[in-house]
């Protein structure tokens, strides 16, 4: 059993930057591909990012690629999202979560642990 645990958010002002941390539990953490996912009022729930378990890989959603940075710092079991020029479409839930067998992907259903969230509100 994984237990991952989000911090990091709050309100800030489009245009501001925030960093969220996933902290996962265990001793296993280097061999997980980890993923950021977020959920929005009334909307499902959807990829933001991944990063191999090697931390040499990632991939972006394109509503996010080149503002959001995913990182690994295995020595401290900790993920993290840096999140920059925020916009108002960026306001939801986020969520971390392991990735199934290592793979590198962006769908909801290859995500067999999850954190509770974190809020993210942007205001415009």
């Known amino acids: 059993q994984v237990q991952l645990v989000e911090s990091g958010g709050g309100l800030v002002q489009a245009g501001d930057s925030l960093r969220l941390s996933c902290a996962a539990s265990g001793s296993t953490f280097s061999s997980y591909t980890m993923g950021w996912f977020r959920q929005a009022p009334g909307k499902e729930r959807e990829f933001v990012a991944v990063i191999h378990w090697s931390g040499r890989s990632t991939n972006y959603a394109n509503s996010v690629k080149g503002r959001f940075t995913i990182s690994r710092d295995n020595a401290k079991n900790t993920v993290y999202l840096q999140m920059n020029i925020l916009k108002p479409e960026d306001t939801a839930v986020y969520y971390c979560?392991?990735?199934?067998?290592?793979?590198?992907?962006?769908?909801?259903?290859?995500?067999?642990?999850w954190g509770q969230g974190t809020q993210v509100t942007v205001s415009s």
């Open positions: 979560a392991v990735a199934e067998g290592g793979l590198m992907s962006t769908t909801l259903g290859r995500y067999n642990y």
